[in-house]
């Protein structure tokens, strides 16, 4: 209810077509336990949203649910029944008709077909209308039917129309006809400059029925726009998030439980001392509670009201809330002692638990910077708004661009629609130095502008208000590199690939504050996938998921059409876009803050097209530790690590050393990617030599001996190499091709 069908959205039913209406409609008679807190987002939220003011005391509230099993009609969500046309089924008929001239029977709309002349249940048109703004309206049928784009509209009193459905699913195949005066026109007309009248600014989702004027904007300029109901521009809902992170006090820890607990019930609206001995006499919660608030007197409790509220004020002081989180977790202490043993050691908090790995139990790769586990996490997810036609824009910090074109969830309502999520997760952070220095490389600032024209090219400027910021190359590089870990680790953390949810802490270069560049993978699903411990251990194993990670993803099954792509190509849809595809980049839309946009592969490890610009390089990926996983049931050891003995470089040939025939031949091996060519050497048979080979070709796990066709005794070497399991070939360099050599190595 606060994604894809949240207050404003068109839900197609079995039966029926329905609109879910503001939060005015919300019902919460019977149900319990829907108010939500988050004090830093609902802060955030109150500074940046326009004309929205939020509740001190309940900010947030989940979804109605009734208490019993049963479905309840007074707690609920009473929808709107949207569009108001229909069109009849029957292929002799397809007559529309308006809703006002139907009948409701047993739930159904119903009319006496013009053709069969029974009754016969109507089907909601799949067309509609909407704005920019977010404005939605019936599709005007009768209005666009006598159009005309030259002359004076066709005068019609008596219209009769039909939906001609030619059944391709084009709308030029759709065709509106009137039965009255034959007049037709495709609905693909719509789609035409001034095709469709200007928008009426009505908001059937806040009024009681789909034209009420009280909630109409009738300052909207847009014109409108035809729009499939179960199109997937239809709704964009605007979610933002925090995690709950818990504060520290000078207060006594019953004292502070206490103030956590009932302060936005009892004591936020406590401004002078003297109202402390009135809340105390009016409130039981203060009447009966804690033995350490019952022995505070009247100044002391003000005094305890004081401190909470200056520490509280404190903590919103931050201009963004993932800044607030970044600092939290990297705060976090080593556990102590073996992580297996160390649950009675530690200080849970139910809300938020994060801690380091101890020492040696995790080695950091190269160009990672820290690792942080989060076995407890609380995440509040709030819905703000919405839009249509176009997807909102973010910035850096996930905050969305709250300008005008945001449609509002309500008319007046001063609480949000939230879901609270608990899981767990890990952790981790750049090196930020390296990346620094990375971000100056000539190749990278090159390829950061690429993409600065392509965000620019999706964002135009606008000539009033807010702008679009480019979120920088790091925030590409980070979203890219948590996509690859993403998809790495479902395939053994035993949760689902749509059950882990990424969360980006970046920063732009330069700016004010502390540099953040780290990635939280957590279970992004509420209910039973959310804390079984599967994810929290896999952070432990880092090394050993980002070298899986990047060896994947070196290559793509699209490539080398994927590895060339570029924001500037001009492909629809990929302005945001580098080197990613479905076959290597994207994961499932719950598991993606951006929509599976800002991704590039270049940018993270060396592609077939670019082999100079990723953070992490060809050298770095074949350095990266080998990490043995104990099977289930093992003794509980830290898990041992191994890595790969440097190896001595191999010895390559001087092709100065060979006549002219095997020069020409070796000058065009040496030009062909990752194929390496090593001096000859002798070919012996029970410890005694047989011949020569005359050099060794290396090239993706393959080896080739090849033996000089013209030597004497080739044939006798030959067969001994390949008795050996080597495989050899006899080469005459006059007559052997590139292709030949390749096709025998591979």
Known sequence: ??????????????????????????????????????????????????????????????????????????????????????????????????????ELKDGRRTHRCTHSGKVTTVVPVRFVTACRNGHLDDFPWNWFVHQRSEGDPIRCDAPELRLVDRGSGDLSDVYVRCQTCDSSRSVAEARRAAGLPRCRGLRPWLGAHPEDEAVR??????????????????????????????RTSRLGEDVHDFMVKHYRDV???VQTPEQVAMVRQLSPIVKHGPA?????????????????RAELD???????????????????????????????????????????????????????????????????????????????????FGEFDLDSRVAAVSAGADWLPAIEVRGEGFFIELDLKRLEAWEAKPEVRAREAALRDGFYARFPPRGDGPQHEFLGIRFYLLHTLAHLLMTQVALECGYSASAIRERIYCSMPGTAGRSM????????????????????????????????????????SHDPVCARRQPGDGHPGRALLGAACHG??????????????????????????????????????????????????????????????????????????FDAPWHSLLLQLSNIDDLTIEPGGDVSKDGRVVGAYAMLLRRRGHALYVVDA??????????????????????????????????TLE
């Open 1 to 102: 209810m606060i994604t894809t069908y949240g207050p404003g959205s068109l839900v197609d039913l079995v039966n029926d077509a329905i609109l879910v209406p503001g939060l005015e409609y919300w019902s919460y008679s019977g149900a319990a336990g829907y108010t939500l807190h988050e004090e830093r987002l609902a802060e955030n939220l109150r500074r940046r949203l326009q004309g929205v003011t939020l509740s001190p005391l309940a900010p947030f509230r989940s979804p109605p649910v009734s208490l019993s099993d049963e479905p309840q009609p007074q707690c609920g969500i009473r929808a709107v029944e949207f569009p108001s046309w229909f069109v009849c089924p029957a292929a002799e008929c397809e007559r529309l008709i308006h809703k006002q001239f139907t």
């Open 217 to 246: 904007e009738r300052a909207c300029t847009e014109d409108q726009r035809v729009l499939v109901r179960t199109a997937s521009n239809s709704y964009f809902a605007q979610v933002e998030s925090a995690l709950t992170i818990p």
């Open 267 to 269: 004591f936020a609206l």
């Open 292 to 308: 350490a608030i019952r022995e505070l007197d009247d100044a002391a409790l003000w005094q305890a009201i004081e401190i909470y």
């Open 314 to 396: 404190a903590e919103l002081r931050d201009e963004h809330v993932r800044e607030t989180e970044y600092r939290s977790i990297l705060n976090a202490k080593v556990e102590p002692g073996h992580y297996l043993y160390s649950s009675a050691d530690l200080d849970r908090d139910r809300d938020f638990t994060a801690v380091r790995p101890a020492e040696g139990t995790c080695p950091l790769p190269p160009g990672i910077q820290d690792v942080v586990l989060l076995e407890r996490l609380r995440e509040i997810r709030v819905l703000t708004g919405f839009t249509r036609l176009e997807p909102p824009a973010q910035n850096v």
């Open 517 to 556: 560049a780290g990635i939280l993978l957590s279970t992004g699903s509420s209910g039973t996938e959310g804390t079984l411990g599967g994810l929290v251990e896999q952070g432990r194993r880092i090394s050993y998921h980002l070298r899986q990670a990047l060896e994947t993803s070196r290559l793509c």
């Open 584 to 657: 290597c980049m994207f994961v499932a839309e719950c598991s993606c803050e951006r929509a599976n946009q800002y991704l590039a592969r270049a940018l993270v490890v060396p592609t077939v097209c670019d082999r100079d610009l990723a953070f992490f390089s060809e050298e770095e990926l074949r350095r990266l530790p080998l990490q043995e996983v104990s099977p289930t049931g093992s003794s509980a050891r830290p898990t041992e690590l191994r890595v790969a003995p440097p190896q001595p470089p191999r010895p390559t040939i001087d092709l100065e050393d």
């Open 710 to 743: 013209k030597s004497s005794g080739q044939a006798r070497i030959t067969s001994t190499l390949v008795r050996q399991g080597q495989a050899a070939i006899a080469l005459d360099p006059e007559s052997a091709s590139v292709d030949e050599v390749l096709e």
